[in-house]
């Protein structure tokens, strides 16, 4: 496993993904009812983006948050609620960890960003591979309550986790896509979270790298015969684009009520303050109609 998010933290994957999950989560509280949410391919939970990136090999890799949420950090007041309350949470992180107001030093995973909105009567899991990470995340979470962190894979955590005693859960599937067997691998998760809690709220982000393979993907994925499923994509340049990664995407089962118009109208905005070439924009639709 040589994928580490710390070069990744604060891109415009994670932008896209944190501002949905964020209103997901707001999605799963308009029920006073508790629910867990499960985070299968955790990381660290907070990123220090001062630290420089090292490879493997010795070499020295360019972050990548200046073109994410080093963007949005200054932008103008009059941002969309959602866009305001993300940068509130991004701001409260970072000097939680002791930066100064003014400066973008700390990012926060997703786990930060969901336990910052969780209720006293939510709960969270956590999964992590990589026993650093998990370690790490261990101990960023140490003195919460209502938080279980683990230290295994996330598609055994989906099995070992589900279903709650809640019986609600919002599920974020976020792997790092090192292997081409990722797709199926989510594929066989999603299968066993769906015989365990069939009405799972959950998300899984992909990268689109190259459009055909996210549209193989949204293919294989109706083989399950799955319950409602909406999906929402973002990208930063077009297909002709030298970017490798030029957008990225959710699939969300089972999508709280009327998320749908939320993030439909959240897409176009992240696409235009996100965008570095030509030909980026958004799209989204339901590739399973709601009922
Ligand atoms: C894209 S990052 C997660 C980022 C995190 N969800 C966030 O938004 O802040 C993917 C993480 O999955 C971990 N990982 C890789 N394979 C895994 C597996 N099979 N199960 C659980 N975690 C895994 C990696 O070490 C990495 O920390």
Known sequence: ??????????????????????QLVHGMQRKEKGFLYLD???????????MPSILPDGRSREPEFPAGIGRLWDA??????????????????????????????FYPGSPWVAKFLLRPQDRMALCELRADDAEALDFEFARETKVTVQAIDGYTGLKAVLPPPEKRALVLIDPPFESRAEFADILRGLRDMLKRLPGAVCAVWYPVTERVRAEEFHRAFLDLAPPPTFFAEISIAGVDSLLRMKGCGLLILNPPWQIDREIRAILPVLAEGLKVDYGAGSQSGWLVPEK
């Open 76 to 105: 103008p007041a009059g941002l969309p609620p959602i866009l305001t309350e993300y940068l509130g949470l991004v701001r409260r992180f970072n000097e939680r960890q002791g930066a100064t107001d003014a400066e973008l030093k």
């Open 1 to 22: 496993m040589n994928y580490r998010h710390h070069f990744h933290a604060g891109n415009f994957a994670d932008v896209f993904k944190h501002v949905l999950l964020m």
């Open 40 to 50: 299968t391919h955790a990381g660290r939970g907070g990123y220090d983006l001062s």
